[in-house]
């Protein structure tokens, strides 16, 4: 199986690419800083797909995300859903903006697209709005399973390391000094490598 892996931000990058590092591995992996929030994300996945001439067989989306209570910080989480949750416009007028992208992972949780840091407030307006309860907020995911679809129709799996639940009072802060504690993406790739 060959991997497209999107790393938001340099840290995730380098993350990745330090733990895939001295392993033994059933896939192949080409990591690509795909950039922080919507629109680099789809531009760069778009580009990585084109170049490679239909090279990938799935694309990972990696990293850090906050989620809502009931996670833990340091789990790791492989929703089985992707959506935005800033969009505010009917149904059926874009669907492709309203509606939820299927991924392949195996945890009972929605990954929210969004773009900007949310915080608790932000957390319980989406509950409220969608009827959620368990579910991990970036800026990025949902944006690329847009282009993977349009760029080949790969299939999405999106695997992320809780770093903050402002639910509980974590902030841009919090997120920051558990990134710089936590660079060990091992399980992360674990997971991928024993995706079916």
Same mark, same amino acid.
């Not at 531009?43 to 990938?56: D, Y």
């Not at 608790?120 to 907020?137: P, W």
């Not at 995911?141 to 639940?165: I, N």
């Given at each position: 199986?060959?991997?497209?892996?999107?790393?938001?931000?340099?840290?995730?990058?380098?993350?990745?690419?330090?733990?895939?590092? @001295?392993?033994?591995?059933? =896939?192949?992996?080409? &990591?690509?800083?795909?950039? &922080?929030?919507?629109?680099?994300?789809?531009?760069?996945?778009?580009?990585?797909?084109?170049?490679?001439? @239909?090279?990938?067989?799935?694309?990972?989306?990696?990293?850090?995300?906050?989620?809502?209570?009931?996670? %833990?910080?340091?789990?790791?989480?492989?929703?089985?859903?992707?959506?935005?949750?800033?969009?505010?416009?009917?149904?059926?007028?874009?669907?492709?903006?309203?509606?939820?992208?299927?991924?392949?992972?195996?945890?009972?949780?929605? &990954?929210?697209?969004?773009?900007?840091?949310?915080?608790?407030?932000?957390?319980?307006?989406?509950?409220?709005?969608? %009827?959620?309860?368990?579910?991990?907020?970036?800026?990025?995911?949902?944006?690329?399973?847009?282009?993977?679809?349009?760029? %080949?129709?790969?299939?999405?799996?999106?695997?992320?390391?809780?770093?903050?639940?402002?639910?509980?009072?974590?902030?841009?802060?919090?997120?920051?000094?558990?990134?710089?504690? =936590?660079?060990?993406? %091992?399980?992360?790739?674990?997971?991928?490598?024993?995706?079916?």
């Amino acid at each position: 199986m060959n991997y497209l892996v999107l790393a938001p931000t340099s840290r995730e990058y380098r993350n990745m690419n330090a733990s895939l590092q @001295g392993r033994e591995l059933r =896939h192949s992996y080409t &990591v690509v800083r795909c950039g &922080v929030g919507k629109a680099p994300a789809a531009a760069n996945t778009a580009l990585a797909i084109a170049r490679a001439g @239909g090279e990938f067989d799935r694309v990972a989306v990696v990293g850090y995300a906050a989620s809502t209570l009931g996670r %833990g910080r340091g789990e790791v989480v492989a929703p089985r859903v992707a959506r935005y949750h800033d969009c505010r416009i009917p149904q059926d007028f874009v669907p492709e903006l309203t509606e939820p992208y299927p991924l392949m992972g195996h945890d009972d949780a929605v &990954v929210w697209t969004g773009d900007s840091f949310v915080d608790a407030a932000m957390i319980g307006e989406v509950k409220e709005r969608f %009827g959620m309860t368990s579910g991990l907020f970036d800026m990025e995911s949902t944006a690329v399973c847009q282009a993977a679809e349009l760029f %080949g129709d790969l299939p999405v799996v999106v695997v992320k390391m809780v770093s903050d639940v402002p639910e509980e009072g974590d902030n841009e802060c919090s997120y920051d000094e558990f990134v710089d504690s =936590h660079s060990d993406f %091992g399980a992360i790739i674990d997971y991928l490598e024993n995706l079916k």
